[in-house]
């Protein structure tokens, strides 16, 4: 009995939590960009400013988690299967984005792309330049949602039973056929939930991007300055309809990566 009781405390402390630090900014959000009715709402989120901003955000965002996807599983494949000089090292400098404020890292991006950096120049010599567009958006991106997919994989990657790849190789199969047909699905999970977590977290982002973007309204604005554009101009509605977006599809991914990890589970 006293064991069932701390059960219903521990449930009714984590629902209390959720509920409050989850849900009910969540509802508040939805509350305020429908406080006018669906028209109003429909007027702020296709505008031409903001709908800009949005697929742009859309875009950007699906292009980034795409590349973290492969590059975040091969890095966290390297960490794990090989040895080298300065693993370690590099192994801590992954988390390095969990502890920098983002825009100290919009500044380092800044700092080492703007065209008085010696980087920037080489890059000014053959007629590149990634600040102040689209690609800097992306690295911005990349740079703050590195670790995600990374850190998901690497465990996966340390639980999987080496002898069965062995065991594939020794039965002829490549190495190509050994990673797509044993290593892949074992750490697809892992994938799919940093790659669901590197999508939200580049819809989000604002730091690093109001820095290094432009924020040229229809051209390199991002719906999170737009955000933050019309709180600063007094329009809570307009704000809050863009931000309804943003949410929706966070959690329209969220269904989906999970759907997808136990669709994914019955048929392993």
Not at 2 to 21: P, T
Not at 130 to 139: F, G, K, M, P, R
Not at 200 to 217: D, H, V
Not at 249 to 266: E, T
């Amino acid at each position: 009995m006293k064991e069932l009781s701390s059960r219903l405390a521990l449930r009714s402390i984590l629902v209390s939590y959720l509920f409050i630090l989850v849900i009910m900014p969540i509802s508040a959000v939805y509350l305020k960009g429908f406080s006018l009715g669906w028209d109003p709402f429909w007027k702020e989120i296709t505008g031409i400013i903001a709908w800009k901003a949005i697929i742009l955000t859309l875009k950007l965002s699906i292009l980034t988690t795409f590349i973290q996807a492969f590059l975040g599983t091969f890095i966290a494949f390297v960490l794990v299967r090989y040895k080298f000089w300065g693993r370690r090292w590099l192994n801590s400098l992954i988390d390095l984005p969990f502890s920098l404020p983002t825009a100290v890292s919009g500044l380092m991006l800044l700092t080492l792309l703007g065209p008085t950096s010696p980087f920037g120049k080489w890059l000014e010599s053959f007629g590149i330049s990634l600040l102040y567009n689209e690609s800097a958006i992306v690295i911005g991106m990349i740079f703050i949602t590195l670790p995600f997919v990374i850190r998901t994989v690497q465990p996966m990657i340390e639980q999987l039973d080496p002898f069965e790849e062995q065991a594939s190789f020794i039965l002829g199969a490549g190495k190509a056929f050994t990673f797509f047909k044993i290593t892949l699905p074992a750490v697809f999970p892992g994938i799919i939930a940093g790659s669901m977590l590197t999508f939200s977290r580049s819809l989000a982002e604002f730091g690093a991007i109001s820095l290094i973007s432009g924020n040229l309204p229809g051209k390199t604005q991002v719906a999170s300055v737009y955000i933050y554009g019309e709180i600063e101009n007094y329009n809570t509605q307009g704000a809050a309809a863009v931000s309804v977006v943003l949410i929706t599809f966070s959690l329209v991914v969220l269904l989906l990566a999970n759907f997808l990890q136990k669709w994914k589970g019955r048929t392993i």
